[in-house]
């Protein structure tokens, strides 16, 4: 079966701190890829980064990086210098099985980590 | 850039009634995914389209149904609606592109309320 735990369930900085978001996958597959989303209050979920299984540089785009190990199967997500306008709930996801047709897999999500930045 | 395009964005219903959800893809991608999410949770994934054809199944209540369309647009139709089916449903396209798993684009979703 395929999973993915987010531990954390709400975590609370203040601004210009670092905080980091864990994630942890299960799956038998031996390609698979791993997503983070955003969702900020107004709903929308926004795509932040796709990592697949066979790829495990870090990843650093701005303020956000990604530090994905295959060996304890965790992909987790640092946010540095933390900013208001980055509280939000923060969804890992995995990619499902291949669908038939070559299409890609459903996302199993997490359940999310609420991040609070407050001023 | 053209985004992926969910109407209604809200809507409200009484219970036993029917509801229709619309989802246009952003241009050139064949498959789309709906997600429901309830309060507080993570989303779900329900069903799934590539070329027109349902291609896998989630957890999607047999009082639902939904369908892509040849211009790739795609309706989910729900039924006998039940006061759990309060949700945010998104709307996901994702092109088919060379490689087996591509991004997938997620509309704003439709708020459902049931009362």
């Known amino acids: 079966a395929q999973k993915v735990t987010q531990a954390q369930t709400e975590i609370s900085v203040v601004e210009k701190e670092d905080v980091t978001l864990d994630c942890v996958y299960e799956?038998?597959?031996?390609?698979?890829?791993l997503f983070w989303y955003k969702q900020p209050p107004s709903g929308e979920l926004v795509f932040l980064i796709r990592r697949n299984s066979f790829d495990e540089q870090n990843e650093i785009s701005g303020r956000y990086s990604w530090n994905f190990q295959k060996s304890t199967s965790s992909f987790n997500f640092t946010i540095t210098a933390s900013q208001v306008v980055d509280s939000a709930v923060y969804f890992c996801a995995l990619s499902g099985r291949m669908n038939y047709g070559g299409s890609q897999g459903n996302l199993i999500f997490g359940k999310g980590t609420k991040l609070s930045v407050k001023p | 850039a053209a985004g992926v395009i969910q109407s209604p964005r809200h809507l409200i219903k009484e219970k036993r009634e029917t509801a229709t959800l619309k989802c246009y893809p952003i241009?050139?991608?064949?498959?789309v995914y709906w997600y429901q999410q309830g309060p507080g949770q993570d989303p779900q994934f329900l069903i799934s389209?590539?070329?027109?054809?349902?291609?896998d199944k989630g957890s999607i209540p047999d009082r639902f149904s939904a369908q892509q369309f040849s211009d790739y647009h795609s309706e989910l139709n729900m039924s006998s609606l039940e006061l759990g089916d309060s949700a945010l449903y998104f709307c996901?396209?994702?092109?088919?592109?060379?490689?087996?798993?591509?991004?997938?684009?997620f509309g704003p979703g439709t708020r459902l309320t049931v009362l």
């Open positions: 241009p050139r991608h064949d498959t």
């Open positions: 389209f590539y070329e027109k054809m349902q291609s």
């Open positions: 996901a396209s994702s092109p088919q592109r060379e490689g087996p798993v591509n991004e997938q684009f």
């Open positions: 799956t038998r597959d031996t390609t698979y890829y």
